[in-house]
């Protein structure tokens, strides 16, 4: 599948803000947001008159930068929000944290979701005892997130497992450290959402 491989900070730097795309690295001096005041190219910013358009527009590739998603697969997210009861932005925020890879970085199994999205397509990761490879699968209020049995014996768990107890995980999943589990306890509401994204940009550039 298509995806985004290059620099991920180079998005970072292209909205001016940390979108914590790498995870430690974004907490220390290295972090080029910190080092490097300008976006990306040759002549940083130029000075411009910024257009309603350009605001949501930018919004819209914030929302895609931070959850590692291209053009077609965030307007199938959106599709499927406008077809929920409710308000449509809100939708969509709760089914991009209900992603099975961002579920596996809120539950502190990855530094980063470009991370856990390798692991889940590599195989590491079952839902409900099943390996499942598809990054996009949405989970459901219920389901288990686990480590695949062999991947307990990989260098990158057993970082995870020491790494476990510092991580904060948000209130609507629940960890089992001693298992390296966790279970979907409902759907996100959105003040428990913590992606710094103005979902109403984002509902005003599709409205147009």
Not at 81 to 110: H, K, S, W
């Amino acid at each position: 599948m298509a995806r985004y491989t290059g620099p991920a900070c180079h998005i970072c730097r292209r909205h001016g803000e940390k979108l914590m795309l790498k995870g430690a690295k974004c907490f220390t001096p290295k972090c080029p947001v910190m080092k490097r005041h300008s976006p990306p190219g040759q002549h940083g910013s130029a000075r411009r008159k910024v257009s309603e358009y350009s605001l949501q527009l930018k919004e819209k590739q914030k929302a895609r930068g931070i959850y590692g998603i291209l053009e077609r697969q965030f307007m199938r997210h959106y599709a499927e929000a406008e077809r929920r009861p409710g308000p449509t932005g809100a939708n969509l925020l709760q089914i991009l944290e209900m992603r099975l890879d961002n579920v596996v970085y809120r539950l502190g199994f990855a530094e980063s979701r470009r991370q856990a999205r390798q692991l889940v397509r590599h195989g590491h990761i079952t839902v409900n005892g099943r390996v499942t490879d598809i990054p996009s699968y949405l989970v459901r209020e219920g389901d288990v997130i686990a480590w695949k049995e062999g991947s307990s014996k990989t260098v990158i768990y057993k970082a995870a497992a020491a790494d476990i107890g510092s991580k904060f995980i948000p209130s609507w999943l629940d960890l089992d450290k001693d298992n390296m589990s966790g279970r979907v306890l409902s759907a996100p509401s959105q003040s428990e959402i913590e992606a710094l994204i103005d979902e109403r940009l984002i509902v005003a550039f599709y409205a147009r």
